[in-house]
C-alpha cells in the first residue's frame, strides 16, 4: 500500500480509520499535558511512568487471567501512578535529588515488570501470548472501543485543564507564590500529574512502555520553539502530537511491517528537529544568521565610524585617503570595504578612498546615537 | 509609641535536616514600618520569610497577622519572590505575570477580566513597565524583572510586604526606583518587610531593622541599633559600618 491508497482508504477502511483516529487522539492529549511537563522540568517523569506501568499490566494479567485491554490499563494506571507518587515522596522525604529518584523507580519497576512477564511467559496459559507487546506498543490492536476510551479521557482532560487553566499556569511558572495566595498547590499537582500518568497508560498499547515519554515530550518541546504563549504552546503541542500519529500510522501502514509505535516516535522527533533548526525567533538556523548579520553590520559600522573620525579632520569631508590608513583600525577588512562601496557610504577610486555625504551623514548619525545612549 | 502590631511571630523554630535554620524566633513588626531583615549567607534570612508566608512547615512556633492567623489573613500579605526562584524562559508575557497578583482574590477557577487587567496595567504603570507589557518575560533585563515581580505584589493591594532580596543584581536606577516605590508603600501606612543584603544602606533605605543569625539578634528602630555592636554580634566578626547622615 503507499501512502496515496492509505489516505485514500482511510475514511473507508474501519481498521486503518480506528487505528488513525486513536493514534491522532493520543498524539493530542500528550502534545497537551506534555506542555506541563516539559515546563515543570519534569520531562523524565513521563519516563519513569511509563515504565513502572509494567509490572501493573503483569499482575492484572494474573489475578484475571484475560488479555483485555481496559483491565491491563486499569493494572497500568494502579502501578503508574504508585510509582509517580512514590518518586515524589522520595524527593521530597529524602537528600536524593529528583533524577535519582526517578531512574530508581523506573528501574525497579521496570525490573520488577520483566520479571513478572518471564514468569507469565513460561505459564501454560495460551492467552499470555502477546503480552510482550505492550514493550514497544502494538496499533494494530487497537479497536473501536479502545478510541472512545482515548477521547473520552482526552475530552475530560480538556475539560479540566481549561476550567484550572490559571491555577495550571501559576503552579507551573511560581509555586511558591501561588501558595502564598491560598491555593493549595498540593491538589493542583496532583491533578496535573495524575492526568499525566492517565495519558501514559492510554498510550501503552499504542506505542509502549519504552518510547511512551518521547511521545508526551517531542510534540511539547517542538512546540515551545515556536510560540511566547503557554495557551499556543499547548495547542500547538496538541496538533503536532496528532499529527505524529497520523503521519506515523500512515508511513507504518504503507510500509509493510514498520511497526507503529516507534515510527510514530520518529514522525514526532522530526517535528522536534525541524523546529530545533528553523523556528524564526528560537531556532539554530536564524539566531546563527541574526548573529552574522548583527556581526557584519557592527563591522560596518566601526569602519565607518574609522573614516568619519580621519574624515571630520579635512574641510572637504570628501577628501581622499588611502586604503592603508584603514590597516591602522583592527576590523577593517576588503569585505567590509566593498559593501561599504555598495551601500553609497564610500567611493574609491585605485588605492584612495573617500566618504560620500550619505556615508559621512549616516557615520555622524551613528556617533550620535553612540553619544546618547 | 502605641502602634498596631502587624506581624508577631512566637518561639518560630525551622530545620532542613538535624540542624535548625531559624531557633526561637521571637519578632513583633510594628504596622507602618520599612524593615529590613539582615544577617550573613545562611543565616535564614529567607527561610523566616517563607516560614512566615507558610511555604514552609515550622518545626514549632506560631504566626499571628494583626493578631489572627496567618491562614486567616492571606488577603492583607503580598509576596515578592526572589527572582532567581523561577523560569524565566516560561512562556508569557509581564501583563501575565503582573496579572497573577489578582489570581488570589478571585480564587479557583474564576477568571481573570477587564477590572484584573486594569489593576495589572495601573501596577505595570506604577513600576515603570507599562511599555514592556508585552514584552515576553525571558526578553526583561533583570532589573526589568524585578520590577515585574514588584507589580505582581502591588497589585494584591496588600497591607503587608514580604521581599526577597529584591535588590539583588539590579542597576542602581532601578534600585532607586524599588525603593521609592517602598517608601510610598510606608507612606500608605502599609508595613514592608525585605530581606536586605547591603549593610551600606541600611539607614538610607530603612527605619527599622531585624539582626538575624539563625537566632533573633535585635530588632527595632535602624536609629537604636544599627551599631557596630549588633553589626558584630550577627555578622560573627568586627564589623565596622560608618553610618552616613
New interface residues.
Given amino acids: 500500500m503507499s501512502l496515496n491508497e492509505y489516505f485514500s482508504l482511510v475514511f473507508s477502511d474501519y481498521t486503518l480509520r480506528t487505528i488513525t483516529l486513536g493514534t491522532a487522539i493520543l498524539g493530542a492529549v500528550c502534545g497537551m499535558l506534555g506542555s506541563f511537563a516539559v515546563l515543570r522540568k519534569q520531562s523524565l517523569l513521563g519516563d519513569a511512568i511509563s515504565h513502572a506501568a509494567l509490572p501493573g499490566i503483569a499482575i492484572a494479567f494474573l489475578i484475571t487471567g484475560a488479555k483485555d485491554s481496559n483491565t491491563l490499563l486499569l493494572g497500568a494506571l494502579v502501578s503508574g501512578l504508585i510509582g509517580t507518587f512514590w518518586i515524589k515522596g522520595i524527593t521530597s522525604k529524602t537528600h536524593l535529588k529528583s533524577d535519582t529518584a526517578l531512574g530508581l523507580i523506573l528501574s525497579l519497576f521496570f525490573g520488577f515488570g520483566m520479571l513478572l512477564l518471564t514468569y507469565i511467559q513460561k505459564q501454560p496459559n495460551a492467552n499470555q501470548a502477546g503480552l510482550d507487546k505492550y514493550l514497544f506498543g502494538q496499533a494494530a490492536t487497537l479497536v473501536e472501543s479502545d478510541v472512545w476510551l482515548m477521547a473520552v479521557v482526552t475530552g475530560l482532560c480538556l475539560f479540566v485543564i481549561l476550567l484550572f487553566w490559571k491555577e495550571f499556569k501559576i503552579l507551573l511558572f511560581d509555586p511558591d507564590y501561588t501558595k502564598t495566595l491560598g491555593f493549595n498547590t498540593r491538589i493542583i499537582d496532583i491533578l496535573i500529574t495524575s492526568f499525566i500518568v492517565l495519558a501514559i497508560v492510554l498510550g501503552l498499547q499504542t506505542v509502549g512502555v519504552v518510547l511512551m515519554s518521547a511521545m508526551l515530550l517531542a510534540p511539547a518541546a517542538a512546540a515551545r520553539q515556536w510560540t511566547n504563549s503557554l495557551s499556543t504552546m499547548v495547542i500547538l503541542a496538541c496538533i503536532f502530537g496528532a499529527l505524529s500519529g497520523v503521519f506515523g500510522t500512515a508511513i507504518s501502514a504503507s510500509q509493510n511491517n514498520l511497526s507503529t509505535g516507534p515510527v510514530i516516535v520518529l514522525v514526532a522527533s522530526v517535528f522536534v528537529l525541524f523546529s530545533f533548526i528553523f523556528s524564526p525567533s528560537r531556532g539554530v538556523l536564524f539566531r546563527q544568521l541574526r548573529f552574522i548579520k548583527n556581526r557584519r553590520d557592527l563591522e560596518q559600522h566601526k569602519t565607518l565610524a574609522f573614516m568619519y573620525h580621519i574624515a571630520k579632520t579635512h574641510d572637504n569631508i570628501s577628501h581622499p585617503h588611502t586604503i592603508k590608513i584603514l590597516n591602522n583600525f583592527q576590523g577593517f577588512t576588503r569585505g567590509t570595504l566593498q559593501k561599504l562601496v555598495k551601500k553609497n557610504y564610500v567611493e574609491l577610486d585605485g588605492n584612495m578612498w573617500s566618504l560620500t555625504d550619505d556615508g559621512f551623514k549616516k557615520a555622524s548619525n551613528l556617533y550620535n546615537q553612540q553619544n546618547n545612549e | 509609641m502605641a502602634q498596631n502590631i502587624a506581624v508577631k511571630v512566637d518561639d518560630l523554630t525551622v530545620a532542613y535536616?538535624y540542624k535548625p535554620v531559624l531557633w526561637d524566633i521571637d519578632l513583633e513588626i510594628p504596622e507602618g514600618v520599612l524593615m529590613a531583615i539582615v544577617g550573613p549567607n545562611g543565616a535564614g534570612k529567607s527561610t523566616l520569610i517563607?516560614s512566615i508566608?507558610?511555604?514552609l512547615p515550622p518545626i514549632a512556633g506560631s504566626v499571628t497577622i494583626y493578631g489572627k492567623p496567618y491562614k486567616k489573613q492571606?488577603?492583607l500579605?503580598?509576596?515578592v519572590?526572589q527572582k532567581g526562584?523561577?523560569?524565566w524562559d516560561?512562556?508569557?508575557?509581564a501583563l501575565d505575570?503582573v496579572m497573577?497578583g489578582t489570581?488570589?482574590s478571585?480564587?479557583?477557577?474564576k477568571?481573570?477580566r477587564q477590572k484584573e487587567k486594569k489593576a495589572a496595567l495601573e501596577a505595570l504603570e506604577k513600576v515603570g513597565m507599562l511599555a514592556f507589557k508585552s514584552r515576553?518575560i525571558?526578553q526583561l533585563s533583570g532589573g526589568q524583572q524585578q520590577r515585574i515581580f514588584l507589580a505582581?505584589a502591588l497589585v494584591q493591594n496588600a497591607s503587608i510586604y514580604f521581599m526577597d532580596e529584591p535588590f539583588q543584581g539590579v542597576d542602581a536606577t532601578t534600585e532607586i526606583a524599588i525603593i521609592n516605590i517602598l517608601k510610598e508603600l510606608r507612606k500608605a501606612g502599609k508595613t514592608v518587610i525585605v530581606v536586605h543584603h547591603d549593610l551600606q544602606t541600611v539607614p538610607e533605605y530603612f527605619d527599622w531593622v531585624t539582626f538575624l543569625n539563625v537566632k533573633k539578634i535585635a530588632t527595632g528602630p535602624v536609629k537604636d541599633i544599627f551599631n557596630d555592636d549588633n553589626l558584630t554580634k550577627t555578622y560573627g566578626i568586627n564589623y565596622k559600618v560608618s553610618i552616613q547622615e
Avoid: C, E, H
Fill in positions: 535536616n517563607k508566608l507558610g511555604i492571606r488577603s500579605v503580598a509576596y519572590p526562584s523561577v523560569d516560561f512562556p508569557t508575557t505575570v497573577m489570581y488570589g478571585l480564587g479557583w477557577i477568571r481573570p515576553q525571558s505582581r
